[in-house]
């Protein structure tokens, strides 16, 4: 059995398309027919015509697919994909938040549940967020969730003051910043690239500050030849396919001794053969009730025509 081939042949003959995120394997991201960040996922699954979404990412990523595709069959290799953020804002506690601050503006990172969009005025992604919260006037206090650090991030950028959910990325998190100042001595000339996710310390030492796509794009269109990358360790291979003659780090995790870069445990349980399993069972899929799915698409809409 060729899994790529047996996955080509079954995404024509289903009239399927798939979606990958930078932090899925390097052979899922291969076979996939977009690769690319939180935002650019989400406008792709806005305006594709195939009958089926093959989700490669996590939970959350699909959710948001389904959302967008009430009628689409959205499938996701693992159920199990899921995300140390969206987690860590379960949505009954924020609803008591949220209530017990009326009047506020609430935006969401796209790293959490429908049921939390489902809460929200707006959503934002990594890629977008310093435009959404510009875009709310400037008298209009703002909940910013789940993530503490791109809300600090976005803080700082905009100078607004935000009310922030105290959530945050394992993965990003895991980053030292002992050892990466330790390898940037070794690799002096090398510059620091950061996803916002980080906290504060990482992102001090960065040359530049954005999502996925913002960071390959990035080095692609910066003549500089060394970068250390700090988040995930996947986005390493559609940067270097980007950027064949650039040299790539990736920063080190505090408890890592073995290999010296940071991956996401979610992103991973994705494997090929799930994924041509999930093409032929058609499933397991993703689910979200009318209620929730309809609360949660304005924000989703808000974001994306802002996006444009
Ligand atoms: P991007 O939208 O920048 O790809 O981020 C997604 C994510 O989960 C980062 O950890
Ligand atoms: Fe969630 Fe962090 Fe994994 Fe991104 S890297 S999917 S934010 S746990």
Redesign the pocket.
Known sequence: MNLKEDIARLKKEKNAIILA???QEPEIQDIADYV????GLSQKAAETDADIIVFAG?HFMAETAKILNPTKTVVLPDLEAG?S?AESCPPEAFEKYVKAHPNHTVITY??CSAEVKALTDIVC???NALKIVESIPKDTPIIFAPDRNLGKYIIKETGRDMLLWDGS?I??EAFSIEKLIKLHKEYPDYKIIA?P?SEEHILKTATYI?????MINYVKTHSYQKFIVA??AGILHKMQQEVPNTELVPAPAKEDNTCACSE?AFMKVNTMQKLYDCLVNERPQIKVSKEIRERALLPIERMLELSK
């Open positions: 995120h930078y932090y690319g960040d939180s935002l996590v995300c953020l796209v790293n992604t990594s890629s990325c993965v990003h996803h996710e954005g999502s996925t796509s913002g988040t995930e996401c």
